[in-house]
């Protein structure tokens, strides 16, 4: 009888560690490149986001990197749409890309948008230095928008603009 050959545990656990952060950087799948007003930390929201919010007029955007953004006065910045939104590549238009905000309304990058939203009033990081990396903080940062996000709170506040 040969004896078996057993892996020690703490061998297991690297190994198990080391894919998770491999796939952690992979291309993300559809739905996980972007940030919802829900991804906010208590702490984030205690700091950011605090005016008031205001009518805006935006066009949705997308980076060569894949990030959904909207273009506001010619600046873009990256949206924190609302909890239960999913945003996906668009299958019938490659590089293009389909925001789908709860109750059932879709946009599309190339779209005018009309929505209230809260631009970020802080200059302080999403993150602290000692913290992992948020997802917020993640996006904004792999991103790099040009000016601060702007956080939309209510799906229902968001519609498409005629050009």
């Known amino acids: 009888m040969t004896p078996t050959s057993r892996i020690p545990a703490s061998v297991a656990v690297i190994g198990i560690g080391?894919?998770?952060?491999?796939?952690?950087?992979?291309?993300?799948?559809?739905?996980?490149g972007y940030a919802q007003v829900s991804d906010l930390?208590?702490?984030?929201?205690?700091t950011h986001f605090t005016a008031a919010p205001e009518r805006i007029?935006?066009?949705?955007?997308?980076t060569p990197s894949g990030c959904v953004t909207i273009r506001m006065d010619g600046v873009e910045h990256v949206p924190l749409w609302p909890e239960g939104t999913r945003v996906t590549e668009d299958r019938a238009e490659p590089g293009a890309y389909v925001v789908e905000l709860p109750g059932g309304s879709t946009l599309r990058t190339g779209e005018r948008v009309?929505?209230?939203?809260?631009?970020?009033?802080?200059?302080?990081s999403f993150d602290d230095e000692d913290a992992p990396v948020s997802k917020v903080g993640g996006v904004i940062d792999f991103c790099a928008p040009e000016a601060v996000p702007v956080a939309f709170f209510d799906?229902?506040?968001?519609?498409?603009?005629?050009d």
């Open 114 to 124: 009309e929505a209230l939203g809260v631009v970020d009033d802080s200059a302080l």
């Open 57 to 62: 007029k935006a066009r949705l955007g997308v």
């Open 155 to 162: 799906a229902t506040a968001i519609k498409p603009l005629v």
């Open 41 to 46: 930390s208590d702490a984030q929201m205690a």
């Open 18 to 32: 080391v894919m998770w952060i491999v796939a952690g950087c992979s291309q993300p799948a559809d739905g996980v």
